[in-house]
């Protein structure tokens, strides 16, 4: 298929488009009709069948799976959360983080990731942010001379929301394997967007809304959590949390 010809296919999918030049800035996208035919089999068979379970289960794990595909990771290492804020909170409450331990993040990033870090003030956990202008683009650099030993978390967004710098996580990604550092980021603006590999990036965490670049409406999100990282603790525990559930 040629470029132009995919790119109207995938125009036909947004009938807002025929009505009006739509210019997506970064904060939602209009509804695809492929999403809105999935969710209305779903509301249908809600409505026929109040609720098949074991339909819509399988159906999570195929997302689970799409999700991992999409960012080189494991379906074990995919969770669903409601939203960005909800996947950069659960991080930020299950690293073992104590009293004097330091969190860097980027001056001016979204305040969802930072509200989610200085509401550990009160465990005597301290945010340091570091400058970068809007036209830089934040490296291993960015952040090394700020490191101390106190320094357990690096968090900043892979594309930002206001200027859209896309930050070089990788270089980032392979200064805290060396020096022990969490890794953890937000991939709001990027996902479905431009190419997310986890695995490539280096990162520990990485949480998105899929909202934007995914299309789906408010309401979902994904987490990303890097197996092997045994000792973060959940902050809120189900039963389809654990390894092995009970039958019953
Ligand atoms: C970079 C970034 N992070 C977080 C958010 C907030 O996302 P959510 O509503 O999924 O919590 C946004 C929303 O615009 C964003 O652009």
Redesign the pocket.
């Given at each position: 298929m040629s470029a132009t010809l995919e790119l109207d296919s995938i125009r036909q999918e947004f009938p807002v488009t025929k009505r009006m030049l739509y210019l997506d800035s970064?904060?939602q996208t209009p509804m695809a009709t492929c999403v809105r035919q999935a969710l209305a089999e779903f509301l249908a068979e809600g409505n026929e069948m109040a609720g098949p379970k074991p339909v819509w289960m399988r159906r999570v794990e195929r997302a689970r799976e799409d999700v991992a595909a999409l960012l080189n990771a494991s379906p074990s290492e995919i969770a669903f959360t409601k939203?960005?804020?909800?996947g950069l909170n659960i991080a930020a409450n299950a690293v073992p983080l104590a009293s004097g331990d330091t969190v860097l993040m980027l001056e001016g990033d979204?305040p969802?990731?930072a509200y989610a870090w200085l509401n550990l003030k009160r465990k005597g956990v301290e945010v340091r942010f570091v400058n970068v202008a809007d036209d830089e683009i934040a490296t291993a650099e960015t952040f090394e001379r700020f490191i101390d030993a106190t320094t357990k978390v690096i968090s900043l967004?892979h594309v930002?929301?206001h200027a859209g710098q896309r930050h070089d996580i990788a270089s980032i990604g392979r200064l805290c394997a060396q020096k022990g550092i969490y890794l953890v980021v937000?991939a709001?603006?990027s996902v479905g967007v431009v190419p997310v590999d986890v695995k490539k990036l280096g990162v520990s965490v990485l949480a998105a809304?899929c909202?934007k670049g995914l299309l789906v409406p408010q309401g979902l999100?994904i987490l990303y959590l890097k197996a092997g990282l045994d000792e973060l603790q959940p902050a809120y525990l189900a039963m389809s949390s654990l390894a092995n559930p009970p039958e019953d």
């Open positions: 970064a904060h939203n960005t804020s909800e979204h969802n990731n967004s930002t929301f937000d709001m603006q809304g909202h999100g």
